[in-house]
Nanobody
Framework: QVQLVESGGGLVQPGGPLRLSCAAS????????MGWYCQAPGEQLDMVAR???????TIANSVKGRFTISRDNPKNTVYLQMNSLKPEETAVYYC???????????WGQGTQVTVSL
């Protein structure tokens, strides 16, 4: 059983930064992949960024150059640094942990990110 607790969401102005954190606890395999997904109202769940325990990452094209994912393995924590945020990136951001790069695994409760004046 894995528990994921997200933090760091909130209201930010367009162009501003925000940093999300997700701490995992429970049964975590050494080869796990952690990541972030987002879902805007009425939209599908989209992958934002993922990172393996060895540091390999995959990042959505729409956020490359603005978002950075990082991971602290001893703390089982993943971070998402979001810069130059856009209003259309307003969504609930979910933390995910899986045993590999496939879809599935465990999910956090989600944290709201609102980009607005």
């Amino acid at each position: 059983q894995v528990q994921l607790v997200e933090s760091g969401g909130g209201l930010v102005q367009p162009g501003g930064p925000l940093r999300l954190s997700c701490a995992a606890s429970g049964s975590i395999f050494s080869g796990s992949v952690m990541g972030w997904y987002c879902q805007a109202p009425g939209e599908q769940l989209d992958m934002v960024a993922r990172i393996a325990s060895g540091g390999v990452t995959t990042i959505a094209n729409s956020v490359k150059g603005r978002f950075t994912i990082s991971r602290d393995n001893p703390k089982n924590t993943v971070y998402l640094q979001m810069n130059s945020l856009k209003p259309e990136e307003t969504a609930v951001y979910y933390c995910n942990l899986n045993t590999g790069w496939s879809t599935g695994g465990s999910w956090g409760q989600g944290t709201q990110v609102t980009v607005s004046l």
